[in-house]
C-alpha cells in the first residue's frame, strides 16, 4: 500500500485535477453485492486504480487551486500510522492516559506558537481539544454558550436567544445553529472561506464584552498564518475572546481531519456535555485532577489524533512551519502580480493569505452580468482541461475565481503554468467573441 501511495504521488500530475467522471460511473463499474468469498489484495489494488483514481480529484495535486487546500506531511502520514496502530479509544484519562496528556501538551504548543494567551492554555487557566472539524468545534462552543446563557434568563427562554455573524461566515455557523438552538453568541472569521477576509477581533470583543456576548472566532484557515510574527495582528484582541478554533488540516500539514479548539472556560464546555454513566466512572475522573476529552467533544469515542500535530510540531519546528506558510503566501503574491500584468484581468478583493480572488474585466464599461457570465465560462474551461481545478464565489453581487495556493507538491512553476493556462482560456473565450 505504501508502494501505491508513493506511485499515486509520483504520478499524480498525470490525471485530471478535477474528476471527470459522470454521476453513478462507480455503480455501474462494481458489482451489486460484496463478494461471499475473500478477494486478494493484489485484486482490490488493482481495482483501486481501475475504478477509484478516474472517480477522484486530487486534492492532493500540485494544481489544485480549489476551495482551501488540504496539507499533507511525511510527519503526519506516520503519526497517523501510530495512531491507527494503536487504535486507542481515549474516551476519558484512563482509557489512554498518554493519549489525553499527549493532547494536552500538543494543544499548549501550538497556543505557544500562536502567541494565544496564557488564559486558552491548561498551563495557564484554560485548555485546548482536538475536535474532527470546525462545524464540531462551533457545535460544542455554541452549546456551552446557549446553557451559559440559559443559566442567566432561566431555562424557559430559549426563544429570547440570539446568534450574531456576518454574511461572511461560513455556512456551517447556520446548519450548527440549527443544530443547537439560538442563543446569543457572536462568531468572527479570521480568514473567510469566500475571500479569506480578516474580521476585526477587538472592536468586536468590545461590544461582544459590553453585551455578554460569547464570542468565538473561527480561524480555520487564516489562523494558522498567525505563527508568523507579520501575521500575529489578525488575533490581536484574542485575549478578550471566549473560543477559538484553527484547522491544522487546512494549512498546517496535518491530514483531514483535525481542528484544535481553545477554550477558556474548559468548564463551560465541561458542564454542558459531560456524562456520568456507572460503565465510564473511575477514580481518576472523580478526583478532578484529569482532563476526560468525551465531555468536550459530541462524540465518546476517539483517537489518539495527537500524535499526528506532535509528529508535525516536532520534525518541522516552529521554524520549517513558518517557511511553509510564508512559501505559500509568496506563491499567492506572484499569482497576483502576473493577473496584474494582464489589463483584461483584475484582482476583484485584496488578496489575503495565499488567495488571490480575480476575475475576467477585458471591457470594464460592460454590465456585470455579461462579465458574470464570461468568468463562468472561463472556469468551465480552465477546469474541463483537467490540468488545474479552481472554484468560484460571489460576494457583494460579484462573481469572482478563487485561486487557492497550499496544495503541499505546489511550486513556482505549476502557478506560472496554471496562469498560462488561464490566459489561454480568456484569449479562447474572447476570440470567439470577436
Ligand atoms: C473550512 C472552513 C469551515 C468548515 O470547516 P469543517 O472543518 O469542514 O467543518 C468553517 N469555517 C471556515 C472559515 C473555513 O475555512
Redesign the pocket.
Known sequence: MVDFIADYYQNIESYPVLSQVQPGYLRERLPKTAPYRPESFETIIKDIQKDIIPGMTHWLSPNFFA??PATVSTAAFLGEMLCTGFNSVGFNWIASPAATELEMVVMDWLANMLKLPKSFMFSGTGGGVIQ???????LVTLIAARDKALDVIGINNTCKLVVYCSDQ??S??TKVCKLAGIYPNLCA?V???STAAIDPIEPLAEVAKEFGIWFHV?????GSACICPEFRHYFNGIEQIESLSL?P??WLLSYL?C?CLWVKNPSGLTKALSTNPEYLRNRQSESDLVVDYKDWQVGTGRKFKSLRLWMILRTSGLVNLQSHIRSDVRMAKMFAVLVKSDPRFEIVVPRQFALVCFRLNPYSEVGSGYIEMLNRKLLEWVNSTGRIYMTHTIVGGLYMLRFAVGATFTEDRHVVSAWKLIREGADALLKVKD
Not at 474532527?132 to 462551533?138: A, F, P, R
Not at 473561527?218 to 487564516?222: I, L, Q, T
Open positions: 476551495f482551501f474532527n472539524t470546525t462545524s464540531e468545534s462551533i461566515t461560513h456551517t455557523f472569521t480568514g473567510t472561506t473561527d480561524a480555520a484557515y487564516g484547522s488540516h487546512k481531519d481542528c
